[in-house]
């Protein structure tokens, strides 16, 4: 089994004027989406982001505040899970609650250094 980071990409919730039943409905779908993973064992780490972030670049280490509203694509929240290889990854990213309201997942395969 490898290590695989699903990286969800989307808008933040709190600017899609979403009810709070709404976001409650939403949230019962990730938690349910979390549990299933978690009866399956397949699930090593997880979590929400919050939407508020800073940027450091350069050689002069600028430090950018950047509101999501500026932003395309907003990181929300990333797992990392195990599976047997990319398609297996793909097929636990179909349970992401957030594709109906233009998500996306970004997969990526763990890189493991051996440091013997």
Known sequence: MKDYMLIFLGADYS???L???QIQARMGKWFAWNTKMQEQGIVKDGHALHPEMRRVSGPGRTVT???SAELKELVGGY???QA???DGA???AQDFPDYDLGG???IREIMVFDQA
């Open 15 to 17: 600017e899609m004027n």
């Open 19 to 21: 009810s709070p039943e």
């Open 65 to 67: 505040d950047q509101a």
């Open 79 to 81: 797992y990392v899970v």
């Open 84 to 86: 047997k290889d990319f």
């Open 90 to 92: 793909i097929e636990v």
């Open 104 to 106: 996306t997942v970004e």
